[in-house]
């Protein structure tokens, strides 16, 4: 905490684009401002950590809408359980209006969702980076696999991806430490797929979870709880890692419980001054100055802040000249896919809990827009993996007593699920706008108006059946399909994936995009965007190791610039 109101740089968010905001610019000198609108989090201060789920009054179930009534929204994503509820912010602190269905998860704490996410690492290729262009949905990316790569080297080194080195143009290798290992089920398929699909490769996912130490984080121990927090540091977090390096220069300020309204735009220097801020616990407001912003609060919340910083010059918004602000919201389509039993290896089992698992990477449309011929363009890729029913089966066995024991003395057979994670193309009529209701702050709070369009429902019949038919290809047994769209939408919205993109894009134009080639607000060049608002396409990867090399890229040219006073 800090009483000063000047400062050389402000972050606004603590999550995973802001903790490495925070870090890059204190390391470069800078006396930096991270501004958190949660409660704050101390690493290690995990009270579920490693609690046994028999002392949670429901068993650690997860939570239904019912009975978690200041989470009706948010208890529809399948992290959300009695474990975690503390790191989820209450719906009623973050409200917003749905023309649509859509689930906006937000984190209840400094390091936002670094303390959630599923830790998945896939770098971009230029297939990505080049879709817009070649099939002229949205705007062409300013930037290539090249201006970034070096970005994903340095940030992964710090964060420690485990993976698989396979040699694939559209899913490029990074900087790996040894990945983790295949269990019997996993390998038993990705033998016979190679076989049957010689051009489609299962391999271990690429996860932010370490497999050799790192200063003071420790190598996975494969504990399970991965969602309640890691005291180890063996997964990648704020708390964990940006954080801790940001104090060690002595440059950082951190702030919590302090939600950003908006920026605060200087006319004639044609630069941002600063930023409003409302203190969530007494409800008060200030103005915090610097020289440099950067807006790492997620996709929605960033969106909002730049909606909101109105002025003369700018009455739709910072950024929002070009008519791009709020608009192209993407996320990805899930819940999707087949799944089947694996005949034998009833001597095979595994040890541990391993917070990982398989991928099955791009196979559709590599050589371009709708080179395979298909009802749609762009791809998917698939996670899931194998495992053993264990003896939570007997609740679905008819027999009773020491029968129904000598039955659950052994596990039953192994499983394989596909899970199909799609592209979402970006669409003008995918959009947020401010609405008249307002917070608990006054703040006018976001109308939504997402939907999964043509393209996305086409692939998802795609996804289906190649997951069955590759699954019965392998050998499997029973294979079955599931389309949670169909069984139940509000687990397969948009915004269920906790994926959201776009609404402040990068482009090549300002009367096209909202920011340049370096995530820089074309209307204010001392602010810039990291987050998932930044992003112009949304490929079928999860995007946060992307945004970490954006957000070290940008900083690097922010101080670049201010060293030669241009900002």
């Not at 559209?170 to 038993?188: I, S, V």
């Not at 063996?234 to 964990?240: G, K």
Request: one cysteine or more.
């Amino acid at each position: 905490m800090s009483t000063r109101n000047h400062y050389d740089a402000i972050v606004v968010g603590s999550g995973i684009s802001g903790g490495w905001a925070a870090k890059e610019l204190t390391e470069k000198g800078l006396k930096t401002l991270v501004l958190e609108r949660c409660r704050n989090q101390e690493h290690g201060d995990y009270p579920t950590e490693h609690q046994p789920s028999w002392a949670f009054p429901l068993r650690e179930r997860k939570l239904t809408p019912a009975q978690a009534p200041d989470h009706p929204t948010q208890a529809h994503t399948p992290s959300f359980r009695e474990a975690t509820k503390h790191f989820y912010l209450k719906d009623a602190e973050n409200p917003y209006v749905q023309r649509k269905p859509f689930l906006w998860v937000q984190g209840n704490q400094v390091g936002g969702r670094s303390l959630m996410w599923g830790r998945q690492c896939y770098r971009w290729s230029d297939l990505d980076f080049e879709a817009n262009l070649n099939d002229g949905h949205g705007v062409d990316w300013p930037i290539r696999y090249a201006d970034i790569a070096p970005w994903y080297s340095y940030v992964e080194k710090f964060v420690g991806i485990s993976g698989e080195r396979l040699g694939l143009p559209h899913l490029p290798d990074g900087e790996f430490q040894p990945p983790m290992e295949l269990n019997a089920g996993e390998k038993w398929v990705r033998a016979r797929l190679a076989q049957a699909y010689p051009d489609r490769t299962l391999t271990i996912g690429r996860t932010a979870v370490l497999t050799q130490a790192i200063g003071d984080r420790l190598p996975c121990h494969y504990c399970g709880p991965c969602f309640r927090g890691c005291s180890t540091g063996s997964y990648f977090s704020s708390q964990a890692s940006t954080l801790p390096a940001a104090r060690k220069t002595g440059n950082l300020a951190l702030r919590p419980y302090s939600l950003v309204h908006s920026v605060i735009y200087d006319e004639q220097r044609d630069r941002a001054t600063g930023v409003r801020v409302v203190d969530t616990e007494t409800g008060k407001t200030y103005e915090l100055y610097a020289g440099v912003i950067f807006l790492c609060a997620s996709t929605l919340a960033t969106a909002r802040v730049l909606l909101n910083s109105k002025s003369r010059r700018h009455p739709n918004g910072l950024g929002g000249s070009s008519g791009a602000l709020g608009r192209y919201l993407m996320d990805h389509h899930l819940r999707l896919g087949a799944s089947g039993e694996i005949p034998g290896l009833l001597d095979r089992f595994y040890q541990g809990n391993r917070p990982n698992g398989a991928y099955l990477p791009r196979f559709r449309n590599l050589e371009g827009p709708d080179s395979d011929r298909l009802r749609f363009g762009r791809g998917y890729g698939y996670q899931g993996g194998a495992d053993r029913a264990g003896w939570s089966r007997g609740s679905e066995r008819p027999e009773i007593g020491a029968e129904l024991k000598r039955v659950l003395r052994d596990p039953g057979p192994w499983h394989v699920s596909l899970s199909g994670f799609g592209e979402c193309l970006p669409r003008e009529d995918n959009y947020v706008e401010l609405a008249e209701e307002t917070d608990p702050w006054g703040i006018p709070v976001l109308r939504i108006h997402a939907s999964w369009g043509e393209n996305e429902l086409a692939m998802r019949e795609d996804i289906t059946i190649q997951a069955a038919e590759m699954l019965e290809a392998v050998g499997c047994r029973n294979v079955r399909t599931h389309d949670r769209l169909e069984e139940d939408v509000m687990t397969a919205m948009p915004g269920a994936a906790i994926h959201e993109m776009g609404t402040a894009r990068m482009g090549r134009d300002a009367k096209t995009s909202v920011l340049n080639g370096h995530n820089q607000v074309w209307e204010a060049p001392n602010v810039f965007v990291t987050d998932g608002a930044c992003m112009t396409s949304s490929s079928c990867v999860n995007p946060s190791i992307t945004y970490m090399a954006l957000t070290a890229r940008a900083v690097d040219h922010a101080v670049n610039e201010l060293k030669r006073k241009n900002l």
